[in-house]
């Protein structure tokens, strides 16, 4: 299973989130590119974010971010 452009592209969004303060959300400025703008607007859509442009994690969020950060952190530092 290939995965989709798109969902890398949230997947790199969800990783900018500081889990260890979900009080803290990030912006996602028109100028950051529209692959980004529009990943932005899924996570929203998906009800991963609170605003179209980042914001904060909901619940739901909180456990993708987990998740993506998760995956993320195991393929940097798994060794062959």
């Known amino acids: ?29 028109r100028n950051a590119g529209d692959e980004k703008v529009q990943a932005a607007a899924r996570l929203f859509e998906k009800g991963i ?3 179209v442009d ?4 909901t619940n739901q969020g909180i456990e993708a971010a987990e998740h993506a950060h998760a995956l993320i952190n ?6 062959h």
């Not at 980042?54 to 994690?57: E, N, P, Q, T």
């Not at 195991?74 to 060794?79: A, D, G, I, R, T």
Request: aromatic content about 8%; proline content about 2%.
């Open 74 to 79: 195991l393929l940097k530092f798994v060794e």
């Open 54 to 57: 980042g914001g904060y994690l």
């Open 1 to 29: 299973m290939a995965i989709r452009p798109e969902l890398i592209e949230e997947m790199n969004l969800l990783s900018m989130f500081n889990l260890d303060s979900v009080q803290e959300g990030i912006k996602i400025h």
């Open 49 to 51: 974010t609170t605003q």
